[in-house]
């Protein structure tokens, strides 16, 4: 299943059913489990450890250092889940240890050509990135977030569950879950009401999402005043609960 072109470490650990194309390179501290597949010309370096059913497409650079002054060559990680698709020319870098040590993406996301994932940025399961995604450093992305083509994220920024960005927009502040952004800087456009319909959820919990996103942008309330509205009305209905508790993390404000 290694082409016979391809330089596997001998201390690469490479599970049952992994398969590697022409030309790739796997390095040393590489870790990748069964079913995986690697096409031709994949460099995959540092300690990086790769799950179940994933499918890297040619190109692709995942593991390289980070691209972080203040990286001196510390063991830090990239961790990838299962049953990803990670296209064309992607790049993903390992951990610093100013934070997590580690970049860590989830199970079954979506990854078109020429996404960045920089340094610890924490990627959840389910999203979709289009192509050109360039996530700067300590980026957080829940589950099921969906990032159009050419999407820009400055560094620290948080995008909720469910959010949704437009294409060509350029993120400065913090998305929250269900919003939809689009525009330089980007600006709120409603919430992802057919994407929640898609992922099940209920009329209801659709409306209650949509009153919500009236009290945080349209009240002329300020944001603490419309967390706490926001909180009250989460008793009973956990979509609410996560809106609620993403504001009161939020660091660097929200797109408003």
């Excluded at 970049?103 to 960045?116: K, Q």
């Excluded at 959840?124 to 990135?129: D, L």
């Excluded at 909180?231 to 993390?249: I, N, Q």
Aim: aromatic share 8%; charged share 15%; with cysteine.
């Amino acid at each position: 299943m290694i082409h016979p072109t391809a330089i596997v470490h001998p201390e690469a650990r490479l599970a049952a059913g992994v398969q590697v194309g022409p030309y790739s390179v796997i390095g040393g501290h590489v870790e990748i489990g069964e079913g995986t597949t690697i096409a031709s010309h994949v460099v995959i370096e540092g300690h990086t450890r790769i799950g179940r059913e994933n499918r890297i497409f040619q190109f692709a650079s995942l593991g390289g250092a980070p691209q972080d002054k203040k990286y001196g060559g510390e063991p830090t990680w990239l961790e990838i889940g299962d049953r990803n698709t990670i296209r064309e020319y992607c790049t993903f870098s390992t951990g610093t240890v100013q934070d997590a040590g580690a970049t860590r993406i989830g199970d079954d996301n979506w990854i078109m050509a020429y996404v960045h994932i920089a340094h610890d940025c924490q990627i959840g399961s389910n999203t979709i990135f289009a192509n050109n995604a360039q996530l700067a450093g300590h980026v957080h992305v829940a589950d099921w977030a969906v990032l159009g083509g050419f999407t820009g994220v400055h560094q620290f920024v948080k995008i909720g569950a469910h959010a949704m960005t437009g294409g060509g927009s350029i993120l400065l502040q913090d998305v929250p879950p269900y919003v939809t952004v689009a525009g330089n800087p980007a600006k709120p456009y409603g919430i992802n009401a057919e994407g929640l319909r898609r992922r099940g959820f209920s009329a209801s919990a659709v409306a209650a999402i949509r009153d919500a996103y009236k009290t945080v942008y349209r009240s002329g309330l300020g944001l603490a005043e419309a967390q706490a509205s926001v909180e009250r009305r989460a008793t009973g209905a956990p979509e609410l609960a996560v809106l609620s508790d993403f504001l009161k993390s939020a660091t660097r404000g929200i797109a408003r």
